[in-house]
């Protein structure tokens, strides 16, 4: 099974500002990565496929890079509605599996 | 509007059963593969099984084989998880999620349904 880990944990940042987390896999899975946005008692929200394609309706101050084993997902000029935990997760290959999460709180 | 609502979720004691249900709309649902993903109170997603678009084929974690049973009724636009042998570590959101294209089963998930909780206990 491929093991998907997300650097850092946590994350405080301030509204305006750029980050970035980072998504490692345990082997090649080309660019089959996606990226999620989940908020307190909701569902994920699907943000980019295929590394570094938005979903549609996802405003493009998200964006993803990378392909094989080592991936970002950037987030610029940060807004209050943007403060939620970030999920990496492979489809290279049975079984998918989903990074530990980074949560994004406000400094 | 595309959109899942998942439904069967409650309260059932160790080694019971429950079937969870996700109505689909807005999309063609026969041409999709579906999957289950769960999230434990307080932990990351886990991806548990998936089924493509005809019913045809299905893959399950490990952690749920041989208890878990995903299906499908595409007359009526409806995905499946009957679950068995439930055991505490079991309790989860059960979100069911659809893929972006019709080309694979395993692919990028683009809607969410809005989750149905599961707590197993006596």
């Known amino acids: 099974d491929i093991q998907m880990t997300q650097s850092p944990s946590s994350l405080s940042a301030s509204v305006g500002d750029r980050v970035t987390i980072t998504c490692r896999a345990s082997q090649g899975i080309s660019n089959y990565l996606a990226w999620f946005q989940q908020k307190p008692g909701k569902a994920p929200k699907s943000l980019i496929y295929?590394?570094?394609s938005l979903q549609s309706g996802v405003p493009s101050k998200f964006s993803g890079s990378g392909s094989g084993t080592d991936f970002t997902l950037t987030i610029s000029s940060l807004q209050p509605e943007d403060f939620a935990t970030y999920y990496c997760q492979q489809y290279n290959s049975y079984p998918p599996s989903f990074g530990q999460g980074t949560k994004l709180e406000i400094k | 509007e595309v959109q899942l609502l998942e439904s069967g979720g409650g309260l059932v004691q160790p080694g019971g059963s429950l079937r969870l249900s996700c109505a689909a709309s807005g999309f063609t649902f026969s041409s999709y593969a579906m999957s289950w993903v769960r999230q434990a109170p307080g932990k990351g997603l886990e991806w548990v099984s998936a089924i493509s678009g005809s019913g045809g084929s299905t893959y399950y974690a490990d952690s749920v084989k041989g208890r878990f049973t995903i299906s499908r009724d595409n007359s009526k636009n409806t995905l499946y998880l009957q679950m068995n042998s439930l055991r505490a570590e079991d309790t989860a959101v059960y979100y069911c999620?659809?893929?972006?294209?019709?080309?694979?089963?395993?692919?990028?998930?683009?809607?969410w349904g809005q989750g149905t909780m599961v707590t197993v206990s006596s």
């Open positions: 295929a590394a570094s």
């Open positions: 999620a659809k893929t972006a294209t019709t080309v694979t089963t395993l692919d990028a998930f683009d809607i």
